[in-house]
């Protein structure tokens, strides 16, 4: 699963586009402390943040990383941390939130380990279109399964900004577009109807590719 994870980040270019955005609305000094939650190996705060010994990683999976960087293997409801942090980066981790119905909880801990001028970053897909519909065949398909997306209504009462962006999904055939379609539907092989999957896309899309609209949100 790791390696069509690192496909499908090489494939939508979602990083890049994320830590664009970053750069182009907060200013990273090397001084900024940086706190990646659901981090995968940290290509986002290793991109920002060239003084490796300023950034926090969590994961629930172990990653190898530079030896200056702190990495903490934990979920982050369980995960014990220490200090104040300028920046807190939680991208594409709304969904693990989600099906845990911890959303609330994971959000008031990163408010929790902000410092006072810090700021929050929240990374999620929208859902929008076509992805509201592949969302909705799983629904009626694939039963138990995590996707991407995030509550707004927690965050309504802070003072934020949004940023809206859309990536790319490509592949050469239907077949390789359902396989790389588990990155957003996240089930258990055994549970993923894959031959069921390629049938929906292929009636639903001209050619094997589509857009996914993500959101940036920036908590001050």
Known sequence: MEELFRLFKNITNEEGEIIKIIKENIKVSSLTSILDIGSNSGYISSKLQPQKNKITLIDIDEFNTEPEIKFIKSSWEEAIIEGKFDLIIASHVWGHFGYKDTQKIAFDK?????????KIILCYNTNSEF???????S????GDFQYDYFDEDIIKEYDKKEITFEVKLKAKDFEDLAELVKILIITEEKNYKKNQVKEFL???LSKPEFKIEQ???IIQ
């Open 110 to 118: 990163m408010i929790k380990h902000k410092l006072d001028k810090g």
């Open 131 to 137: 992805m509201g519909k592949l969302v909705d065949f």
């Open 139 to 142: 629904k009626e398909v694939l």
């Open 202 to 204: 292929e009636r639903n």
């Open 215 to 217: 959101k940036v949100i």
